[in-house]
DNA sequence: TTGAAAGCGCTAACAG
DNA sequence: CTGTTAGCGCTTTCAA
């Protein structure tokens, strides 16, 4: 079945194409009789003017971009959007914002879609499975699409605007065993996130500078997501011993901590005076969760504010510009999960 | 300074337009000398192909639709996403998040983007300032764009997925006054909001059904942004004597709640003990707020999912559908920050 | 392996 | 007021 055109319409109406054209364009030029009869046809028809089409002509109007998050759901990726957005805004863009759902094939999609549509440039939180396919991101720079990236991604010479995890979780660490604890495990996020990679990375790494030492096991992936991070958490606890009970736990994000804390609930053990917990991100509701979150806080909005920045400082240069790769630094924000089991090194 | 298109990279070239389009399409039929001359022009001149053109040829390969909100970081609003993109990707859709952020003008701008840029049909909640401004949503009837609003927009018909807050809020007030509650007020949401009317109206409309008295200075319009309500709230009791003070108050919504709350615990007054709140939406987070909340619960999932349905059903369609008005109903959630003062009629 | 030419569906002059 | 015509910037045959 193929499209209505504006050439069926007109048909159809016993005028030209280009009287039917005014009518969509509402000149005044066309007798009121007439843009009826074609209004009449036009519905009849149920005609959708193909964008495309009309847009050809006229010069680029519009100036948008588009940000490619992982899960819209996480507030973490909210804030980076707002941040975005308040930039974007302020510089005249429209922002277009998507979810790949950690789905590849979806971030995939979207980045196509972006340039054929003609958004102007795109932000984009890679999903890295695996190994990491990146041919998409090769044609849109084949194609001089302007594109920022939230991580680091192998491979590929682009611009990224990303935050220092790995020493954001040294200093939360350091704080840890500062207040005395010494068995300190991680439960992880999911291991295709670069953000967990780098958080297993900088947590171990805390250990190399201090007098405890690292084990393997101190490592627990439980992933990020609220029902499967509950469980795990609670078979964590089932399977080891009252006396191999970590004193302090540190999260891969807020969301997690906040399973944790459940499920810690559930188990009848008191944070902070049994466990203490450690987030990441410092999500707005961090504050508010049961007992007020300690937790590294990324700054999120800037992270979307910079990126945003570099984006369109690049959309609207004729030439090409310079890869830029910024890296922001994150804050510790002591709040009541967390005990202080002796006060000599503090 | 004019764009760059193919015809100057090409005879920059030296080669014809349509090798450079090989190029750009990865075609296999340029030797790999050609090519290379043509990728480093394309680069050199920063040529970034025109997507309109590119798609102009092809039919619709692409199946997406669009989503205004009116502000991104309202959890309502994202649960709403959440439910749109369900829907919508299960259907094979994609779908383009966008915020108005209560400006009229750039929902205007967003829904011309979304036609001109072929995304197949739009969610819009709309913007309703004054005399509702809604000529662009004429312009899309006219060319037939498939849209659904999610708020009822007086002078166009159109499809709409809503909730009940009039039968909402009503539920609420009839809970509190059962609860022995006599003093109640409505700290009420933005006037351009429908939302905000419609509860109004359903807070009005309990007390027609009851032995208590609606007067007019029951309604306190404190806005919903965390800072204004803040300090409005604080502003309100100043203002009255204790003995004036409410025993309950029923917010706009949970947003609203959370500032409220925030600013009767700066002023020493407990919830519920001394006064019980109520809040609406039934965000994620209300039940983890420092009191969980007590709340009116949107169906907010199923809002975005009827929507996404509905729309998508008139994109597939190829004649006029019958415009369709589904109005969704609320429930009412009891949790920790209303009171009950006696136990006669509970 | 490349170039020439014919559109894609619409808009925008310009005649009439 | 309306029809005709020439593109918009690309892709896609089809010859060469």
Redesign the interface.
Known sequence: ?K?ITINDVAKQAGVSKGTVSAV?N?KNTVKNETRNAV?AV??EL???????????KQ??I?K?I?LIVKD??YPFY?AV??GV?EYA?QKGY??????S?NLHE?EV??SQ?F?????KGAIIAPILEGTAEIEHLF?LK????PFILLEDVKGIQANVVSIDNIKAMKLAVKYLIDSGHSHIVHFAGPESSSHAQERIEGFRSAFSECHLIFKQEMIVPIGSYHEIAYQKTIEYFKKHKREEYPTAIVCFNDQQA?AVMDALNELKLRVPNDISIVGNDDIY?AR???VPLTTIQAPMKELGMRAAEILIRNIE????LPIENVVLEANFIVRQSTNILNNTDV
Chains 1, 2 share one sequence.
Not at 46 to 56: D, Q, S
Not at 142 to 145: D, E, G, H, R
Not at 317 to 320: A, D, F, G, H, I
């Open positions: 079945m499209r969509i509402r209004l036009m519905k149920n005609f959708r003017p193909k964008g495309m089409a009309r847009n050809l010069m680029d519009d948008s588009g819209l759901s909210t959007a707002m957005k805004n429209l922002v277009f914002i998507t979810s759902e979806r999609k979207f879609l340039s054929s549509k003609d958004i044609k084949m194609i001089n699409y906040l509701f508010m969760f049961p240069s004729p030439v090409q």
